[in-house]
């Protein structure tokens, strides 16, 4: 079986400041790894994916994400958000089950900023 | 810009109407998806389709249809609505390959009264 968990539901923190989002999943396939943002009264975008090579995965918006296969954990950080950050964040992890590639999703984090 | 386009972002329908949701995408696509977002939920996968006229059952396709006669084109179909029906609906595609991720339209959030 394939899953995700997103522990946080929501997390508020203040302008400027460094967040983490948490994300562990479980797999007994290889798995490719993804992050999508959510802003308010939108549908989800792409953040960033892992799919192979270096650990470590940037976003064009300052966001990063390390794959860590030992502890099978894929946290979202950024070390100063900003108002515009605010949103809810997916972390989603694509096996090969059954023949065809299977996407999970976990069941995302509400980021607050707070001026 | 590539785009996957839900024809309505807000609809409100009464109890046993039959409901179409239409999605359209543009960049040639063969995989499409229909999800629903409830909050607490996430995602939850309805029907998905690998190509035109082909579809497969998600986690949660009670009280569902789809149809994909065009492969641009993916229809959800809710026979005869029902006020837990009420939800944000996503359409997304995807190519074969699956390593750039999907792409989401904006939503449809329907309300069933």
């Known amino acids: 079986a394939q899953s995700v968990t997103q522990l946080d539901s929501q997390v508020p923190v203040f302008e400027e400041a460094p967040v983490e989002l948490r994300c562990n999943y479980s797999s007994s396939v290889s798995v490719y790894l993804f992050w999508y943002v959510q802003y308010p009264n939108q549908g989800l975008q792409l953040l960033l994916k892992?799919?192979?090579?270096?650990?470590l995965v940037e976003s064009i918006n300052g966001f990063e994400a390390e794959f860590n296969k030992s502890q099978t954990s894929f946290h979202l950080r950024k070390p100063s958000v900003h108002i515009s950050d605010t949103a809810e964040y997916f972390c989603?992890?694509?096996?090969?089950?059954?023949?065809?590639?299977?996407?999970?999703f976990g069941t995302g984090t509400k980021l607050q900023v707070i001026p | 810009d590539v785009k996957v386009t839900q024809s309505s972002r807000y609809l409100v329908k009464r109890t046993g109407e039959k409901v179409f949701l239409e999605c359209v995408q543009d960049m040639d696509h063969e995989n499409m998806f229909w999800y629903r977002q409830d909050p607490g939920l996430g995602l939850r996968l309805i029907y998905f389709s690998y190509d035109v006229k082909m579809k497969e059952k998600g986690d949660i396709p009670e009280g569902y249809s789809v149809s994909r006669e065009k492969k641009e084109r993916f229809s959800l179909i809710l026979e005869s609505a029902s006020t837990n029906q009420t939800s944000m609906y996503l359409c997304?595609?995807?190519?074969?390959?699956?390593?750039?991720?999907?792409?989401f339209g904006s939503g449809t959030r329907l309300t069933v009264v």
């Open positions: 892992y799919l192979s090579g270096s650990t």
């Open positions: 989603a992890v694509t096996g090969v089950v059954g023949g065809y590639q299977k996407v999970t």
């Open positions: 997304a595609s995807r190519d074969t390959t699956g390593v750039v991720g999907y792409t």
